[in-house]
């Protein structure tokens, strides 16, 4: 059985295999590498470590690279907007009100302009 | 082989007359080929069988094509007494590597028996240290890290050897691939994989081409949480197996374990 060589990529490097481990085809070592995943990723959130920045990257026994498997697509884990912080909800409500505000002037505006447009026309009717 | 079977008999603590009245009923050994099935779940049992050398796993199949071992016995172990007890095998027997076995059928048994009533509290007992071993095991796929687990699995492995005089020091043989190491810790092939390297990576074992050394017993002890008490057949407590197992040092990790609460 051919061997295939599971090299563990983490932020902090990556981590050679130098055994090695028998499978009988690439989807055989593409389901080895997903349950290996699925292990190390519980173990390590068990201990209170991320496991989504983590993955494998397979070699054949001559060294070439045969696939990847990122932690994350195991997990499930997909990007997510950020949340935003305080400062941005202040920043944005504060934004919403000052729009408001200046509405309401230009409302103000609109509105004494038409009172000023009603007074002439009754005006213009009464004389 | 008279040795290894009679290594065996006195194992189960019936005394000299008992177990040379089973040695002489015993069969000759069979030779095995590596992964060659002794015995399926549900067949009816042959009797008490004997590793005389080699090692056989005790297996359970699943309809997904998963495999659990369940058990392991090494030269000089006895299984069979559940399923003389039950009246049928619970799961498949199984060489490792190439094997010899000897047999001790069940109706021979049955007659020596009846003449030497303690033998059934030697299969008592040898039941009884089956049940400690599984409930190791037990504990490490439940509540063990991987590392721990293997590392159990290594150091029990070890003693076993030794105690039936297969170890040379701290190295014995280790017939277990990783699919097969796998297959009784519950993990993956490539995770063992891991854990092997990570094991030697700190100079705990070496594993190379079917052997085992241990070469530091306190710290991989340490790691496996590892008491070989549960090894000993209480028949013989206090005759100074400790020190016969662990010629460079017992291994420590374990501690007192009568202290230990659970963390809430």
Request: with cysteine; proline share 5%.
């Amino acid at each position: 059985m051919p061997l295939y060589y599971f090299h563990l990529v983490s932020p902090g490097g990556r981590e050679i295999d130098e055994i090695g481990s028998p499978c009988l085809s690439v989807d055989h070592a593409m389901v080895e590498a997903w349950r290996a995943a699925v292990e190390i990723s519980i173990e390590l959130l068990r201990g209170g470590r991320p496991a989504g920045d983590r993955g494998f990257e397979v070699c054949d026994e001559l060294g070439r690279p045969v696939f990847e498997l990122a932690f994350s697509d195991v997990l499930g884990v997909r990007a997510k907007k950020p949340e935003r912080t305080s400062r941005e909800i202040r920043a944005s409500v504060a934004m919403t009100l000052g729009r408001n505000q200046a509405l309401r002037s230009e409302l103000a505006v609109a509105l004494a302009n038409v009172r000023t447009s009603l007074a002439t026309t009754r005006a213009l009717l009464g004389s | 082989v008279t040795d290894t079977v009679l290594y065996a008999l006195h194992g189960l603590g019936i005394g000299e007359a008992a177990a040379l009245a089973l040695r002489v009923v015993t069969g000759p050994p069979r030779q095995l080929r590596a992964g060659e099935r002794l015995a399926s779940e549900g067949d009816e049992p042959e009797g008490l069988h004997v590793v005389v050398n080699g090692m056989l796993k005790s297996c359970r199949n699943l309809d997904n094509g998963a495999a659990q071992t369940l058990a392991l016995f090494t030269a000089g172990e006895m299984v069979g007494a559940q399923a003389i007890a039950l009246g049928r095998k619970m799961s498949t027997l199984s060489a490792v590597p190439a094997t010899s076995v000897a047999t001790i059928p069940a109706s021979r048994l049955k007659l020596v028996q009846e003449d030497y009533p303690q033998i059934t509290d030697g299969l008592l007992r040898a039941l009884a240290r089956e049940t400690a071993i599984l409930q190791e095991w037990l504990v490490g796929m439940g509540r063990r890290t991987a590392l721990s687990q293997v590392a159990h699995l290594l150091c029990e492995v070890t003693v076993r050897m030794r105690m039936a005089g297969r170890a040379h020091g701290d190295t014995c043989e280790f017939p277990l691939t990783q699919a097969e190491i796998a297959d009784a810790a519950g993990l993956s092939t490539v995770h063992v994989n891991r854990v092997l390297q990570a094991l030697r990576a700190e100079g705990l074992v070496t594993l190379s081409r079917s052997q085992l050394k241990i070469i530091d017993w306190n710290k991989l002890g340490h790691v496996a949480d590892f008491d070989p008490l549960y090894l000993l057949p209480a028949a013989n407590f206090g005759d100074g197996h400790a020190a016969l197992l662990f010629p460079s040092g017992e291994p420590r990790g374990a501690g007192d374990r009568r202290d230990r609460q659970p963390v809430p």
